[in-house]
């Protein structure tokens, strides 16, 4: 169907882009789409957005690479501003989510082994969770669809339902090393954690002195209206990592860490040839630029509102065909009572881009910086989509 010469690891529609603009993106035959994905939550910005296209091409024009066998000083600058915003006090930068929590589960372990507490290896992660689709993110993660024909056996990682916290109190033993979490479970289906559980899984981790990772790629850097969405719990993670948004477009990964867990990433531990570089951490420091405006979250929050609103509007007046709306800011879930994949496919046929989650869910990611009428635009295809269902 597509180009044959690419693994067929991917199964895209017959569709061609060929640019982007704000909200929108457009075929090679002028089709206009409204983008309500954002390339999974990464385009926090939309599409050539002149701050980030400006940052790109001045930094391409000076020097792209020398690899971190040189100081990279918009990867300092990148670390520093992370690290003002944050409960973090360094960070590790990536290419990658999968390498954003590769670095925080490689942390987990050797804190306690630097510690002398080398049996202290195993990770436990929740079940129906997503952390990219590296050896070691899949075995987190734990979905059998994802690990089959890979390995088998163990490990070292063990899972428990999300949001219960008496499980994981049960299943953390002399042998655990750390904790890893999504706030808000992404692919698993938008599904955040019920209240007071980030606390409580904080609370345990202290008790019984392991860390806590929380994997904000997909939920952090704006998207739920706050900077990460862990801030919403009143927390402080020892880990997290970040992706996705944090480059508006531009791949990067950043493992953000408390002194305590980073004290044993000393020179040596770990590594990564293009992680950090000029060009990636140029678009990250833009990316904060515009996020850290005074009023944008506060406007995510606000719009975030706005099209959950309109969307529970929508599903009461299909009830026949949508249900709940979950998720927080940007970060939204629709129920389908239809195969969410259809639902997608008729979307897409009338020019509206999302996504799917979880078995049951269609997946809105639209850009942090959308408008009211970008909001508008969307609910009526929606509407319309469910109208002429048969
Ligand atoms: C997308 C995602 C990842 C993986 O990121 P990649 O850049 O695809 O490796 C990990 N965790 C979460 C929560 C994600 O949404």
Redesign the pocket.
Known sequence: MTNSALMATYAPPDILFEKGEGAYLFTEDGDKYLDFISG??VTAFGHNHPHLVTTLKEQAGKYWHTSNMFRVKAGEQLAERLVKHTFADHVFFG???????EAGLKMMRRYHFDRGDTERTRIIGMKN??????IA?VAA?GNPAHIKGFFDGDLGCDHVPFGDIEALRAAITDKTAGVIL?PI???GGILPAPDGYLKAVRDLCDETGILMMV?????GMGRTGKLFAYEWSGIEPDIL?S??GLGGGF?I?ACLANDKASACMVVGTHGSTFGGNPLATAVGNAVLDLMLEDGFLDQVRERGQQLKNGLADVADRHPEILGDVQGLGLMLGVKCHVPNTDMLARLRDANLLTGRAGSDILRLLPPLNLTEHHISEALAIIDQVCADWK
């Open positions: 999974i939550a290419n990658s989510g999968a390498e954003a929590v969770a997503f952390h990219g689709r590296t993110t993660a999504e479970q992404g692919e994997d904000e790629i997909q939920c990592s992706a996705k791949p990964g």
